[in-house]
C-alpha cells in the first residue's frame, strides 16, 4: 500500500479487531497507552477492577 489513506485506514481496522479479541478490562489499560504514563495508570486499573470483583464475589456468598 502506497496510498497514505488507505494505510491509515487499514491500520484503524487492524486496531479495532485487535481491541475486540481483548476482554473488557484489557481495553479500558489499553486506552491509557497514550496517556503517557501507561504502566501506572494500568496497574491502578487492574487493581481496582479486581478488588470490585472482590467486593462483588464476596458480598454475594
Known sequence: MTDEVAI?????????????????????????????SYRKRSITLYTNAHSMENRVTSTSE
Do not use: D, H, P, W
Not at 11 to 26: D, R, T, W
Open 8 to 36: 491509515v485506514t487499514k491500520a484503524k481496522e487492524n486496531i479495532i479487531f485487535a481491541m475486540s479479541a481483548l476482554s473488557e478490562q484489557q481495553r479500558l489499560c489499553s486506552k491509557y497507552v497514550e496517556g503517557g
